[in-house]
């Protein structure tokens, strides 16, 4: 069996979707989330410098886009259905389009929404994450605990691999959760370019703002189930995931779980498609069972393709 994985802010770089655009399936694709979004994705993917790049609605934008088109691209080539559907944190858009739970417009439309109010909300409460490696999540638990001091507060945003969690929130609590964490055996504890504490609760009237906005989409049942980060769990009611993708904005993307729960299921091989491996290398240090593949590029493809025995 094999699951289809949606990466997230992070893996966009510049000249992102190059090959795969050119493709048959892209153009049709790359047209309605254009219009849907108002801006050229096409452009927005292949000729932005990484600045404009780490924009977070440039970022998610881009990240969205070439994950749907390239799981179109890898469904055209005959591969076997995937069994689960995940996305780490705006890659569970590209999930829930990629499954059928979520149209590709209304998916488009969603993410712009989201990416608009992130950066907003990142400018109106200044945070910021930091990666904390070779610590276990109880003891960084306990440090963020220690380190919300003054108003602030500092949270484990991110579960990503063993060995490899995210925190996030208020910038000098997050900082004093580093400074805790290293104390306490941490390997690294570095902080990360991005603009907001994000999957924390200075998202909290972003999350809020996301709600008015999911609420006015249909979700319905997909091809197979997509697993949602804040719960590690596939989703069978598909009237949940307004609650869930708001709940997302604020809490911990549990990514380490997910995996895990999809590879018990009997999956034997991960597609990451998109962008990158980023997320093919955090399922390595998760399950070693299984393959992982990328996809974002033509070769990539090909190469995904040949390994599956699929009809290219």
């Known amino acids: ?26 153009a049709p694709l790359l047209a309605e989330i254009s219009a849907a979004a108002g801006l050229d994705v096409r452009r927005l993917c292949l000729q932005s410098d990484e600045d404009a790049l780490r924009q977070t ?55 712009a929404r989201r990416g608009e109010l992130m950066a907003s909300a990142g400018k109106s409460r200044p945070g910021g994450m930091a990666a904390v490696l070779g610590l276990d999540g109880a003891s960084l638990e ?23 969690l995210v925190i996030s929130g208020d910038t000098g609590a997050v900082r004093r959760a580093c400074d805790l964490a290293t104390a306490r055996g941490a ?39 997509v697993v949602s980060n804040v719960t ?17 904005l604020r809490s911990p993307v549990r990514w380490t779980e997910s995996v895990q729960r999809i590879a018990a299921a009997g999956v034997d091989a991960f597609l990451e498609c998109g962008a990158g491996e980023v997320l093919c ?15 974002y590029d033509q070769p990539t493809l090909e190469a995904a393709v040949a390994e599956l025995g699929a009809r290219v």
């Open 187 to 225: 390997k690294r504890a570095m902080p990360l370019n991005v603009s907001g504490a994000f999957h924390s609760p200075l998202m909290e009237e972003a999350a809020a703002a996301m709600f008015d906005a999911l609420v006015r989409v249909t979700f319905k049942a997909g091809a197979a189930p």
């Open 57 to 111: 609605q440039n970022a998610q934008m881009a990240l969205f886009a070439c994950g749907v088109v390239a799981f179109r691209c890898l469904e055209d080539s005959g591969v076997p259905k995937p069994a689960f559907f995940a996305g780490h944190s705006v890659g569970e858009y590209a999930a829930l389009v990629a499954s059928g739970a979520l149209g590709v417009a209304d998916g488009a439309r969603l993410v």
């Open 142 to 164: 306990t440090a963020c605990r220690e380190a919300s001091t003054g108003g602030e507060v500092a949270v484990v945003a991110n579960d990503n691999c063993p060995g490899q």
């Open 1 to 26: 069996m094999v699951a289809a994985v949606f990466p997230g802010q992070g893996s966009q770089r510049p000249g992102m979707g190059a090959g795969l655009f050119d493709l048959p399936a892209a």
């Open 281 to 295: 290398g955090l399922i390595r240090r998760t399950t070693r069972e299984a393959r992982t593949l990328p996809i």
């Open 232 to 248: 590690a769990a596939p989703v069978d009611d598909p009237s949940r995931w307004p609650e869930l993708l708001r709940d997302q």
